[in-house]
């Protein structure tokens, strides 16, 4: 097959914002960060649990509807690890980042000359390309949400399945960690006057807080969102216990290091399937998933003009439910 043909020809570059170059160089400067996430798997930071979890849930969206053998498209695909994923499956997988240094870093990793540098709202590949598309922990990060979601519409082809991730904004859980970061501004002066100051040594500099602007999502506005961009919602899971940047961090990964420790043991005495299906069943539960850190939802393209109509009443349904 010539891949070649599948890429959109050279167009006008995007316009890169302040706020978009900020993106590419916060992502730019974390690849060794990210692939962390990656790099041990026994006892995994509670980032990297989320990050886990996160393409646990995707795969398993899109196993159930896209058979393997389809062309799939990781926008946003950082080291390239969902993507490696998605192609041990058997599906033909490309992947774009806006961020050079993960583009090479994913190139040489995977050995795969699939990877190329792309703006999520500017996809380098030609209309109707895909049979579906994932796009994690990005939508977040752009100013607007309707470019990207018009991209990814593009170049899925008819009848196809899109993944999208994005931080709840229901969830309390970035609300705790604002306060822990507040805390600990609070205090640090007065515990580096004791370790430090008292006896004449000079405290570190604290690390510089990321500019980068997150935005969040209550759910029912977001699939109304994204039924006005032309998809419709089939699916959602909500799951993530947080990621906590604050120096208080290290209490929260300490916690959910003993919780590995004891769901393996749970593992071990009742087996892998009867916690997999309570998972499942907790990050589907209205009543509770709402807690939880970031929501998956899995979109199909809404195609005529019928479709656009019923969508329309689900939004009505949505605001009364």
């Known amino acids: 097959m010539n891949h070649s043909a599948l890429v959109k020809p050279p167009a006008e570059e995007p316009q890169v914002t302040d706020s978009k170059q900020l993106v590419k160089s916060h992502f730019s400067e974390r690849v060794g960060e990210w692939a962390a996430n990656f790099s041990d798997l026994e006892l995994p930071s509670l980032d990297a649990q989320n990050v886990i979890s996160r393409h646990?849930?995707?795969?398993?969206m899109l196993e159930g509807v896209i058979p393997p053998g389809s062309k799939v498209l990781d926008v946003g695909c950082g080291t390239g690890d969902m993507a490696a994923r998605l192609a041990e499956r058997g599906y033909?997988?490309?992947?774009?980042d806006i961020a050079e240094p993960m583009i090479r870093y994913?190139?040489?990793?995977h050995k795969s000359c699939r990877f190329r540098v792309g703006d999520a709202e500017s996809i380098p590949f030609e209309d109707?390309?895909?049979?579906a598309v994932v796009c994690l922990g990005v939508i977040e990060y752009l100013a607007d949400d309707a470019p990207a979601l018009s991209e990814i519409r593009r170049v899925l082809k008819p009848g196809g399945s899109a993944v999208v991730s994005t931080p709840s904004a229901a969830s309390p859980l970035p609300r705790m960690d604002r306060l822990c970061v507040q805390l600990v501004a609070v205090v640090r002066p007065l515990y580096h006057l004791v370790k430090y100051r008292l006896r004449g040594q000079r405290p570190p500099v604290p690390?510089?807080?990321s500019t980068v602007t997150i935005r969040r999502y209550y759910l029912g506005k977001w699939r109304?969102?994204?039924?006005s961009c032309g998809f419709t919602c089939e699916e959602s899971v909500c799951h993530g216990w947080g990621w906590y940047r604050s120096e208080l961090g290290f209490v929260f990964d300490f916690v959910s290091r003993g919780a590995a420790l004891s769901r393996r043991g749970l593992e071990r005495c009742f087996g892998r399937a009867p916690l997999s299906r309570a998972k499942n069943?907790?990050?589907?539960?209205?009543?509770?998933?709402?807690l939880a850190w970031e929501q998956i939802v899995r979109l199909s393209v809404l195609k005529s003009g019928i479709?656009?109509?019923s969508a329309n009443w689900f939004e009505v349904f949505d605001a009364v439910l």
Not at 92 to 96: A, K, L, Q, S, T
Not at 106 to 109: I, T
Not at 128 to 131: I, S, V
Not at 281 to 290: E, I
């Open 207 to 209: 690390p510089t807080a």
């Open 56 to 60: 646990r849930f995707t795969l398993e």
């Open 92 to 96: 033909e997988v490309w992947g774009v």
């Open 224 to 227: 109304r969102t994204l039924r």
């Open 128 to 131: 109707d390309t895909f049979d």
């Open 307 to 309: 479709l656009m109509i």
């Open 106 to 109: 994913a190139s040489h990793r």
């Open 281 to 290: 069943v907790l990050v589907r539960s209205r009543l509770l998933s709402w």
